[in-house]
T-cell receptor
Framework: ETGVTQTPRHLVMGMTNKKSLKCEQHLGHNAMYWYKQSAKKPLELMFV???????ENNSVPSRFSPECPNSSHLFLHLHTLQPEDSALYLC?????????????FGPGTRLTVT | AQKVTQAQTEISVVEKEDVTLDCVYE???????LFWYKQPPSGELVFLIR??????QNEISGRYSWNFQKSTSSFNFTITASQVVDSAVYFC?????????????FGKGTLLTVNP
């Protein structure tokens, strides 16, 4: 595997379910990011991790809970979501956090909340 | 506050035509970075270019070229002799430079369709 991978690619869940999205980067990067891409809205940064430490939480509701057990893996735990949370969730990584470093994106998880 | 506007929601061209994607940004910062990303149907964003606000030189990479004009706060992207494989959503983005600035502010994107 190379680059940034995300699983699952598609997820349908009910509002009372609990699920997790997984991201793995094989680039030896120190920073990882979660973005949300909704229809007709710009990409929104959700969380940033640098060396497993959260450095940015962009006013995201608590029903989204990130976890970064090591610099290669990033999870997004989901619980009691709302239909408006349906979106494409993109993971990215960069050598270090900050705009100077190019971000490499995964293919995303298409989430549908019913 | 930072803002990126991509006024063209969708553009459709025929193969081999040249096409320009517009990007206008707003920022109060004197130093910042500008980016272009491509999102093909497969979903992952692909980095195309990063430009520092101090560097107003235009850049050319193969069929791609970028025109950065600070005076008009624009960072336009031109594809010369477009190909079907160029079909994708293109995003312009802006970031503050320095310090703990992690956030990329994206435009809403322009869907480019290149027809054979």
């Amino acid at each position: 595997e190379t680059g940034v991978t995300q699983t699952p690619r598609h997820l349908v869940m009910g509002m009372t379910n609990k699920k997790s999205l997984k991201c793995e980067q094989h680039l030896g990067h120190n920073a990882m990011y979660w973005y949300k891409q909704s229809a007709k809205k710009p990409l929104e940064l959700m969380f940033v991790y640098s060396l497993e430490e959260r450095v940015e939480n962009n006013s995201v509701p608590s029903r989204f809970s990130p976890e970064c057990p090591n610099s290669s893996h990033l999870f997004l735990h989901l619980h009691t979501l709302q239909p408006e949370d349906s979106a494409l969730y993109l993971c990215a990584s960069s050598q270090d956090p900050g705009p100077f470093y190019e971000q490499y994106f995964g293919p995303g998880t298409r989430l549908t909340v019913t | 506050a930072q803002k990126v506007t991509q006024a063209q929601t969708e553009i459709s061209v025929v193969e081999k035509e040249d096409v320009t994607l517009d990007c206008v940004y707003e920022t109060r910062d004197t130093t910042y970075y500008l980016f272009w990303y491509k999102q093909p149907p497969s979903g992952e964003l692909v980095f195309l270019i990063r430009r520092n606000s101090f560097d107003e030189q235009n850049e050319i990479s193969g069929r791609y070229s970028w025109n950065f004009q600070k005076s008009t706060s624009s960072f336009n992207f031109t594809i010369t002799a477009s190909q079907v494989v160029d079909s994708a959503v293109y995003f312009c983005a802006l970031s503050r430079s320095g310090g703990s600035n992690y956030k990329l502010t994206f435009g809403k994107g322009t869907l480019l369709t290149v027809n054979p």
